[in-house]
């Protein structure tokens, strides 16, 4: 029950739709609503319910301001328009808690029962001037407003701050059943049932819609692969040098958002991941000297590696984007809306819903031609102003190399 219980959650910021942006999440729709007057909605309710054990049960130590953390809650959901940089802000206030604060204490804890003491005397305190219960459970309840928001569930909020309430003394999780007016089980069932028997129609004919609209957009063109339609713009076309082959190889940067303006993964995340792994090596006291250099020496390596990653262009995961990068040579930039067909699909994946259409903006940095066949730039050439046909198993002369 991982998910279920959000102890990794509070370290969650859903990622809004930032209006400055060149590459185009749909508007912050909030399918939220409050009516205290309405029946018992069983899927509000398990999102309380998950939300409200996280807090009582995996962050039991944390002297929360329950009253303050649900006003937050209902205050940030109600909102027209929440920014990326208030969320952002926010979301590393939570990162910097939850690493500085919560992680000691949990190791300690730890421990503590590796040794046979299960309430060491000496663990770390949680909040202090800095993390302060006001601060630390404002930030928590916007966490979790944007989570509810960004999840795009018909949600409604009476429902779920009874859950939470329902939550707030239960400490274990075999008190869960007899407390809750869902079992563990019925919570697990009704996310399920949301997951597998609505969200995929649901996401179908909205990202149909989004897709439409996305098409009337000023440069924006169709690119026809085979039975399936991807719309792109390109914001900088980049020099005549171009991959045309699924063996050539690029080198690339990259953000990928759903059509909800989540973010699914980044580049430049990525790097900053190793980033921060690099500033703790370089802070670390408990190694030598020559084996933090070997390790600061291999992470900057990755970095590098991972802030512009060199592949065949063959081994793409999104179809669309083997296709998209076909559409301009070396220094381009191109911004690409994708069906889901060209995506994740059916299945989604960890924040895309299923039959979700995506967003990505990539820039290609660099291109080496193989030696294979390959197809030619008159087969890239649109037929018509605005339509690209391509047909991948086409075999034809490959063009001059680069020197």
């Not at 929360?64 to 590393?92: C, G, M, P």
């Not at 040794?115 to 663990?123: H, R, T, Y």
């Not at 409604?156 to 701050?161: H, K, Q, R």
């Amino acid at each position: 029950m991982k998910r279920i219980f959000i102890a990794a959650a509070l370290l969650m910021a859903a990622v809004a739709c930032d209006n400055s942006r060149v590459y185009y999440c749909e508007s912050n729709e909030n399918r939220t609503y409050y009516d205290a007057n309405a029946e018992f909605d069983t899927l509000s309710y398990a999102v309380g319910m998950n939300l409200g054990l996280g807090l009582s049960i995996s962050n039991k130590d944390v002297d929360f301001d329950r009253e303050l953390l649900h006003q937050v809650l209902k205050s940030t959901v109600a909102r027209d328009y929440i920014s990326k940089a208030e969320i952002d802000e926010n979301a590393h206030f939570v990162e910097r808690f939850n690493t500085e604060r919560m992680r000691p204490r949990l190791a300690a804890q730890r421990m503590g029962m590796m040794s046979g003491i299960e309430a060491p005397d000496s663990l770390p305190e949680i909040l202090n001037e800095e993390f302060t219960r006001e601060r630390v459970s404002k930030a928590i309840g916007f966490d979790m407003a944007n989570y509810i928001r960004r999840s795009d569930f018909p949600i409604n909020i009476y429902w779920v701050e009874q859950a939470m309430i329902d939550a707030i003394d239960i400490k274990e999780a075999a008190a869960i059943n007899d407390n809750m007016k869902l079992s563990q089980a019925g919570m697990t069932d009704a996310f399920r049932d949301f997951f597998y028997n609505v969200v995929p129609a649901y996401e179908a004919e909205r990202s149909r819609a989004w897709l439409a609209e996305v098409a009337k957009r000023d440069g924006v063109k169709m690119h026809v692969v085979n039975n399936d339609t991807l719309y792109y713009r390109i914001n900088t076309q980049g020099s005549s040098i171009r991959p045309y082959n699924y063996n050539d190889t690029v080198s690339f940067k990259f953000e990928l958002y759903t059509r909800r303006g989540q973010l699914v993964e980044s580049t430049s995340e990525r790097a900053n991941v190793l980033r921060k792994q690099l500033e703790g090596v370089r802070n670390d006291k408990n190694i030598t000297d020559s084996l933090r250099q070997v390790r600061i020496a291999t992470l900057e390596e990755s970095i590098a590696a991972t802030e512009q990653p060199t592949i065949p262009l063959g081994q793409f995961m999104l179809n669309g984007a083997k296709h998209a990068l076909q559409l301009i040579g070396e220094g381009g930039n191109i911004t690409v809306w994708l069906p889901a067909s060209l995506g994740y699909g059916a299945r989604g994946n960890r924040v895309a819903h299923a039959n979700e259409a995506l967003v990505f903006n990539i820039t290609l940095c660099d291109v080496k031609h193989s030696n294979s066949q390959t197809l030619s730039p008159a087969d890239l050439t649109p037929k018509k102003p605005g339509h690209t046909k391509i047909d991948p198993g086409k075999v034809v002369v490959h063009p001059k190399k680069r020197e």
